[in-house]
T-cell receptor, first 113, second 116 residues
Framework: KQEVTQIPAALSVPEGENLVLNCSFTDSAIYNLQWFRQDPGKGLTSLLLIQSSQREQTSGRLNASLDKSSGRSTLYIAASQPGDSATYLCAVSSGAGSYQLTFGKGTKLSVIP | NAGVTQTPKFRVLKTGQSMTLLCAQDMNHEYMYWYRQDPGMGLRLIHYSVGEGTTAKGEVPDGYNVSRLKKQNFLLGLESAAPSQTSVYFC???????????????FGDGTRLSIL
């Protein structure tokens, strides 16, 4: 059974700092990996999707990397801003049918002005 | 530009009552999903649908039923609510299977359900 772990569970950084969020998964046979953002009381917004054949994806100040063989992904946020404060979730698509996304429990990020 | 809309946003039920959660998407997506999010558990898939008239079980389907009579709507029903079903429920949709290239799932804002 696929398991996804995100470390740390919470992170507080001063504005302007670069930071890295970590995601690990137990079964390397994945189709893709997604990073989501969740604001309090809101749904999930997809930030980046990395196919299993890709090593990284970039969108603005965000860069996500994937090392499928070691079962790891990182989300790099450059020059953090208070508006980046949210919970970041990692999810992998794997297994027969691939309909099910397996989610990590998230990292709650606070960017202090 | 509505995307995925869930109704209601909040609901309080008594044990044994029934209710239906409605999800509507205006993106002409084939695939729709219902998840529940619980503290310390992450999101878990309840049921999903790969097209109008089809439904299938996810990871935690017990106690729930679903219907997809129209492509744009996906209903989640609780026939006899239990306190263990207190959770935040999210609906999502996508064009194709999650494994397809560049086809992320789009989520609604959630329904917060409390069972007393």
């Amino acid at each position: 059974k696929q398991e996804v772990t995100q470390i740390p569970a919470a992170l507080s950084v001063p504005e302007g700092e670069n930071l890295v969020l970590n995601c690990s998964f137990t079964d390397s046979a994945i189709y893709n990996l997604q990073w989501f953002r969740q604001d309090p009381g809101k749904g999930l917004t997809s930030l980046l999707l990395i196919q299993s054949s890709q090593r990284e994806q970039t969108s603005g100040r965000l860069n996500a990397s994937l090392d499928k063989s070691s079962g790891r992904s990182t989300l790099y946020i450059a020059a953090s801003q208070p508006g980046d404060s949210a919970t970041y979730l990692c999810a992998v698509s794997s297994g027969a049918g691939s309909y099910q996304l397996t989610f990590g429990k998230g990292t709650k990020l606070s960017v202090i002005p | 530009n509505a995307g995925v809309t869930q109704t209601p946003k909040f609901r309080v039920l008594k044990t044994g009552q029934s209710m239906t959660l409605l999800c509507a998407q205006d993106m002409n997506h084939e695939y729709m999903y219902w998840y529940r999010q619980d503290p310390g558990m992450g999101l878990r898939l309840i049921h999903y649908s790969v097209g109008e008239g089809t439904t299938a079980k996810g990871e935690v389907p017990d106690g729930y039923n679903v219907s997809r009579l129209k492509k744009q709507n996906f209903l989640l029903g609780l026939e006899s609510a239990a306190p263990s079903q207190t959770s935040v429920y999210f609906c999502a949709s996508s064009h194709t299977k999650p494994r397809k290239i560049n086809q992320p799932q789009h989520f609604g804002d959630g329904t917060r359900l409390s069972i007393l």
